[in-house]
């Protein structure tokens, strides 16, 4: 997959949170900037490339930031990453990492971690009371790990303004996930423990994101990405124009 205009890319998933084992895939993720031009016709560009083997997602930065001011946990890792993971890192996306807090808030955090730790919930209590195959006890307990990854960095950023995309004990999450792969229900207080610390817990995160910023982030991108013809017929209609 080429795509051009790639403003930020990095390594997210399991490699990034230090949950990865012999065999596991690397996921990665990025944004891209289309021609400006191109966003004014009839049919406009893709907003995402998802290809597998390799597993990359590339999402068009207004897209981008639509799912981060969303609170959506995927898309917000891409500026939370620790240096060594990005792979490409462009001035532009240099600068929208200095606008990550731009994107909280504190109900959009917790609405998007804590639903995101229930779908997954939701996944294991589909899946009964772990008399099943040995592929489904490895999905059953990965996607145990990732609930309570999301119940924890869920909170912390509530808590702190900081997303922690490492774990700090990955062994402790390999045993939970292996307890919840015997029995789905073992994860229910862990669930019900979060869901508890959010409501007694205050936030640092403002009620509202920072749209503004966002937004004259984003229009800087689209005057870099004009193109130079579009920049001189617009010059051209513009003295064209003047009395």
Known sequence: MAVANILLSGIVGSTAYGLAHQGSDIDRLGMFAAPTEALHG???????????????????????????LGGNP??????WLPDELYEVRTPLGDELIGIRASFLC??????????????????????????FSADT??????????????????????TTGRLEIRVEDPEEYHAFGERVAADPAAALPLLRHYEAAFDETPTVLPERPDEAAVEAWLRRVRGLFYTAETATSCSCSQASSMP
């Open 42 to 68: 009839l049919h406009t560009p893709k907003e995402s490339h998802v290809t597998t083997a390799p597993d990359r997602t590339l999402h068009e930065a207004a897209k981008w930031c639509r799912l981060a």
């Open 74 to 79: 995927t898309a917000m890792e891409l500026v």
């Open 137 to 158: 006890r490895k999905r059953t307990a990965k996607h145990a790990r990732h609930l309570k990854r999301l119940c924890h960095q869920g909170l912390s950023l509530y």
């Open 106 to 131: 504190a109900k959009r955090v917790r609405d998007a971690y804590l639903g995101y730790a229930t779908q997954q919930f939701r996944r294991l209590e589909n899946r009964g009371d772990g008399s």
